[in-house]
């Protein structure tokens, strides 16, 4: 399946396909090294497959387990929700959807994914070489507990919070990735992120039952 998309590119490319807006593919055919060696369709695979992965398991991932700990603490799903319901009753009614600027007022789920992140990890390993000894400790206090206000006025210290990675190899998906988890849509029309009206006829207050097996992984 993946070997054809690069397959199908380069031939649309040698008939002088016009393309509405290049994309990464052109960029991952045309791409040089500094001795002018390009990609080739091994490679381009390769990355493919990374992008796959990276970019849609894990804000997958980290959705899923928003919603696991939203389901579990039902004081921290409350709040969560009268922050966005407070939102949607600033919203103008010609409105369609969530804006950019809604989503930043949403400090209260942003604190709920952060501390999701600070729990959960998808990255079963980054590869580094530690240099020097380290000593690794635990930074928070009660750190097993799923406790979003512990950031409230809180900022982590440079190299005490890397959900994201760290140096030059820094998630690119980064704030991507949050967006993505934040407007994460319920049947409910959006516990997480604020994305339409809950329907009046509904009376089912949390929609988040989710199946056995995903409970018995929780860490
Ligand atoms: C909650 C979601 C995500 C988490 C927790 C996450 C975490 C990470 C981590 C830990 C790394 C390794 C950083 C390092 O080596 O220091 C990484 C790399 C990467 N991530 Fe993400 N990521 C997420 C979502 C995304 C998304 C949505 C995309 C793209 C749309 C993406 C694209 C990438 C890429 C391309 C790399 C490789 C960067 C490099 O090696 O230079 N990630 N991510």
Redesign the pocket.
Known sequence: MLRSIPDERIRQRDKNFSHKRRDMMDTLIEVEDENGHRLDDQEIMDLLL??FN??HE??GH?TMWTTIFLQEHAEFLEKARAKQEEILRRRPQSQQGMTLNEYRQMHYLSKVINET?RLI???LA?FREAKTDVTISEYHSNPKKFDPSRWDNFTPKTGTFM?????S??????E??ML??AMYRNRMGGVLGVTRRPSKQSNVKHDLTLPVPMRLMHP
């Open positions: 990374m992008y990276v970019g894990s804000s980290i992140l990890t998808f990255s980054v959900p994201f990675g760290l140096g190899h820094l998630c690119p998906g980064n991507l990735a993505e988890v």
